[in-house]
């Protein structure tokens, strides 16, 4: 027969390690948890990687830092953080949406806590619109119930069926709960083409009259992108309800890549596999490349985003 001491003794020991294995710091150090201080953003670290990895965007990357950091240090948000980027592909939109939410969720787009969608690939069938309308409100609400500090981050936006993000409306809206659950400390990013044209002509008009891009202020763009995001029916927010109700804090313009920014792409990405900066090479990619007007040649048409596969046939040098 075991001695009351030894049975005391071992139920001890077993109440201690339970209690230990169990406990946040170690569990969560082996699965991923959503931490109740998930939004409270290092400020410093988020602005030394947005300032040495997303080149040409000096908007983008004050207006989204001041916005995430401000919703971070807010301890009672009366609504989710919704943000919608605009701009012509290759100018940093996803890649900005990437390092956010990796300084969110440590997991970045692998995170249990990170959703992304794709228009084309979530929402393919235009009969379907109620069924993707329902599935998106159960799949929000759902992970949002798991994690309040869920990020949402929705591509292709001008390419989605219009109305269907209306159906997110009462997530994004100054509502304490909805059914019992709270959004407020969620994030919404939307990530669209539409627009574009109406920024690069800002930008151009800003360069014609001899002005620096780094003068162009989001209050230059913000209301004319808003109009034209709304009215446009290939926009993904055509007479949306999350525009027409103020929901979507901030319209963040992406600006065309000039030569000088499609350069710090390509330094970039050598160095990133590791090989020492050729200027031979980096010239020879960028003359590789197309730009805008077509007498100036001032922009990129495609940003940095064939960077990479054009650097690849240079790889022998």
Known sequence: ALEPLSVGLAIGVAWALTGYLSHPSFYCSYVECCSSAGQRLNATALKVQLDTKLFGQHLAKDVVLK????????????????LSLHGWA????????????????????RSKFVHLFLATLHFPHDDKLKLYKEQLQNWIRGNVSACPHSVFIFDEMDKMHPGLIDAIKPFLDYYEQVDGVSYTKAIFIFLSNAGGDLINR????????????????????????????FNNKNSGLWHSSLIEKNLIDYFVPFLPLEQKHVKMCIRAEMIARGYAVNEEV???????????PKEQKIYSDKGCKTVQAKLDIHEDT
């Open 67 to 82: 916005a995430v950091i401000g919703f971070g240090n807010n301890p009672n948000p009366k609504k989710p953080l919704t």
């Open 90 to 109: 290759g100018t940093g939109k996803n890649f900005l949406s990437q390092i956010l939410a990796e300084h969110v969720h440590p997991a970045g787009l």
């Open 202 to 229: 800002a930008a151009l008009d800003f360069w014609t009259s001899g002005k620096h891009r780094e003068e162009i202020q989001l209050k230059d763009l913000e209301p004319t992108l808003s109009v034209g995001v």
């Open 282 to 292: 980096v010239q020879a990619v960028v003359d590789e490349m197309t730009f805008f």
